[in-house]
């Protein structure tokens, strides 16, 4: 099993570009959630997905969108992407909301 | 003040030391609580759950007091592959579901 994993692995964008960042996971967990990671702040929730098909916002969703059209997949987008979004994006999944959450390698996002 | 707090560190430790770390947490309706490892530059991943009447695992040791709100790790005989930081993570529930919060993390380093 992979686990989970996400592409890219590092991206640089300019202010204003767009991108969607996938999450694949083969573990069959009904949650996935995308988190970005700043020093200092800790890990952040920015969306998450309780069952394919479903989304909800979560601590830090501004500027982002999300989509989960398969239970496997998990995509987040930058419509429009600033300076303050350059961050380290970690996408995770679980069983349930209160067991362990399992994260891929995570994708380094710098805006210029 | 923040929900979940911890020291950053760093600690630096001497190989074969004992360490022990503290975690604070200021919602008094958290359930469930664990401790994650993450090494530099790499995703966050299970360490151990955290259960009331305190658990072992090998060197590894945790423990909870809701009385006074923290949770500790305590790790015995430290080793140079122990060196990275370690997250405090606390489960509560919320209207929406199960929130989980992220300490900022301890950075750990074991030195020869």
């Known amino acids: 099993n992979a686990g989970v994993t996400q592409t890219p692995k590092f991206r640089v964008l300019k202010t204003g570009q767009s991108m969607t960042l996938l999450c694949a996971q083969d573990m069959n967990h009904e949650y996935m959630y995308w988190y970005r990671q700043d020093p200092g702040m800790g890990l952040r929730l920015i969306h998450y997905s309780v069952g394919e098909g479903t989304t909800a916002k979560g601590e830090v969703p501004d500027g982002y969108n999300v989509s989960r059209l398969k239970k496997q997949n998990f995509l987040l987008g930058l419509e429009s992407a600033a300076p303050s979004q350059t961050s380290v994006y970690f996408c995770a999944s679980s069983t349930s909301s209160y067991n362990e959450q399992f994260f891929g390698p995570g994708t380094r996002l710098t805006v210029l | 003040r923040k929900e979940v707090e911890q020291d950053p560190g760093p600690f630096n430790v001497p190989e074969g030391a004992t360490v022990a770390f503290n975690c604070t947490y200021s919602n008094s309706a958290s359930q469930s609580f664990f401790w994650y490892r993450q090494d530099c530059r790499k995703e966050p991943k299970l360490l151990m759950s955290?259960?009331?009447s305190g658990n072992e695992d090998g060197r590894f040791t945790a423990q909870l007091n809701r009385a006074s709100q923290y949770i500790s790790l305590l790790i015995r005989d430290s080793k140079l592959s122990d060196s990275a930081t370690y997250l405090c993570v606390v489960n509560r529930r919320t209207g929406g579901g199960n929130k989980l919060t992220f300490g900022t993390g301890t950075q750990l380093k074991v030195e020869l």
């Open positions: 955290v259960y009331s």
